[in-house]
């Protein structure tokens, strides 16, 4: 190439500013002096019926546009003027093509106006996608200067701007519409989102914090209200770290259960440890129609690692039973009961997230369930095995992303600049004996509940932090195990907001004695004054493949909490 990466990615960068109409633009958007850039900052550059829509959570949307109450046009383009002021504010969007969004959403209005139905349970919804996903007519970047202009960094293989994932074809078949592509950090192994197109992307919430990643476009996106529903992946955390620290619902489904099928990834063919889609959202409500309009597209049908596993009312309705959502006419005690997993012991978490704990134990004992310590041996074995799965290659992949363009790497991710050893198939095959045999004690600790229960079954869910802090301050994410253990064991995880820091009550731990310099880094991140108003959130974690019962328990728990 002989025009450098700074210029190609300022080219890019520029192109993609360029598509947000005068109209719609901030004459001079803040730097630094407005911290909250949420609710009433944003809203005064909305109308009020603007405000409205925007507001409004994609599950009651779909009952206006289903039923014809609502113009799916008036929605997109509310949502595309939000996401707009979203990008000026926070640097959230790799792509946008509100354009084709508007063009697609009319031509639902006329079809709902002729045949007097919607086309599918998303009918008229907008929905945003995390930039691994690839749209007809879009690129797609993941964050490399190297890969614009190409598919996946490669030119000539005819799938430029043409091919499209699976699951954006069932999206499209359930009616939503898709009308932006969300921010990645580079290599999209980090919870931080920055990269040499767009840079760091903020937290529309506390823009002195991280948005989390790498999902942080959508949870920075829709943590604004620039999107009322969108879907991210994750390998390590990348669906719940940025719904946590954005005030959002996400959940990570356990692999083989949404469709994954091409879609553009990092290290593509390390096995061990999945990457997996799932959605975030603004409600409970909203993440279940969005798994549940998949699901009715038979996904099994179009990608070979898609579990032939309908929804199942069943599950929810165990819930229910137990809950008194719904009358029972079983034996079952009627009560639920929860691990509590307070430190992994390796680095422990901040004042507001132990709060936070205290608060979501608090309201679930007041109703009568059952909490019970959590402490499985095998976690730091779990934790050390883990990690190594990602740098199988020796950084290989990324590394020849980073050579297209001769891009720097971003501070957060530069460890794999250092990488020089690739495991042999041998050394591979023996870290997922391990592995497999860990998810085996894991499993029968779990089980090993029941003894400490009197519900007649082991516990029902773990209550867990998801990061050491409510949401990291730039360059110090330095521990990311509260999130990575879920992935080693393909558990399925629903992160539930609790609460806001507060400086008055969130102290700082005088005289704390770190366990070792990473949770010295850990802990000395935490300044009251800078997170004050912050979002703080917890993740409820189950098994494998239990995502219509953890969706329902995590429904009921922020019920509990007041949210």
Known sequence: MTE?????????????????????RIENPPVDKQVDVTGKYVQQFLTEREVEVTETTAEEIVKYTASGQWHAEEVTRAFCHRAALAHQLLHC????????????????????AKHKKPIGPLHGLPVSLKDQFHVKGVETTMGYVGWIGTFEGKTGTGKEKVFESEMVRELRNSGAVM???????????????????????????????????????????????????GFGTDIGGSIRIPAGFNGLYGIRPSGGRMPYEGMAN???????????????????????????????QK?????????????????????HELTGGVASDTNKTGKLSF????????????PPIRRAMDIMVEALQNLGHEMIEWKPPMYKALHDEGMKTWDFDGGTDVKADFALSGEPMSDQVKRFASLDKEYSASEIAGI????????????????????????????????????????????????????????F?????????????????????????????????????????????????????????????MLAIAEYVAKAIGK
């Not at 691990?339 to 901040?350: A, H, I, K, S």
């Not at 894991?442 to 802090?469: C, H, K």
């Not at 770190?514 to 912050?534: C, F, M, N, R």
Request: proline content about 6%; aromatic content about 8%; overall charge negative.
């Open 4 to 24: 450098s990466w700074e210029a190609r990615a300022r080219e890019k960068r520029e192109a993609v500013l360029a598509l947000i109409s005068k109209e719609w």
């Open 93 to 112: 969007l790799h792509e946008i093509f509100f354009d084709a969004a508007i063009a697609d959403a009319k031509a639902l209005d006329e079809y709902y």
């Open 179 to 229: 009308f932006c592509k969300t921010a990645v950090p580079h290599t999209l192994m980090t919870g931080e989102t920055v990269n040499n197109i767009i840079g760091y992307t903020l937290n529309p919430k506390n823009r002195n914090l991280s948005c989390g990643g790498s999902s942080g476009g959508e949870g920075a996106l829709i943590g604004i209200r620039g999107s009322p529903m």
């Open 266 to 296: 990092s290290m593509d063919g390390q096995n061990s440890v999945l990457s997996v889609v799932g959605p975030l959202a603004t409600s409970i409500p909203s993440l279940r129609l969005a798994i549940k309009a998949l699901l009715a």
């Open 299 to 319: 996904p099994w049908l179009h990608d070979p690692l898609v579990h032939e596993i309908p929804w199942r009312d069943e599950q929810e309705r165990e819930i």
């Open 339 to 350: 691990g509590v997993f307070r430190t992994d012991g390796l680095c422990n978490p901040q």
């Open 432 to 487: 997922n004996v391990k592995l497999r045999r860990l998810k085996k004690e894991y499993m029968e600790y779990w089980n090993s509940s029941e003894q400490l229960t009197s519900t007649g079954r082991p516990v029902d869910a773990i209550i867990s932090p998801l990061a050491p802090f409510p949401a990291a301050r730039r360059n110090m994410y330095k521990y990311i195990g509260y999130s990575t253990w879920v992935n």
């Open 489 to 549: 064991l393909d558990y399925t995880s629903v992160v539930v907001p609790v609460t806001n820091v507060d400086k008055s009550v969130d102290k700082v731990d005088e005289g704390y004695q770190p366990i070792d310099e990473t949770d010295k880094l850990v802990q000395e991140s935490y300044d009251p004054e800078i997170y004050d108003g912050a979002h703080v959130s917890l993740q409820l974690v189950g098994r494998r493949l239990q995502e219509e019962r």
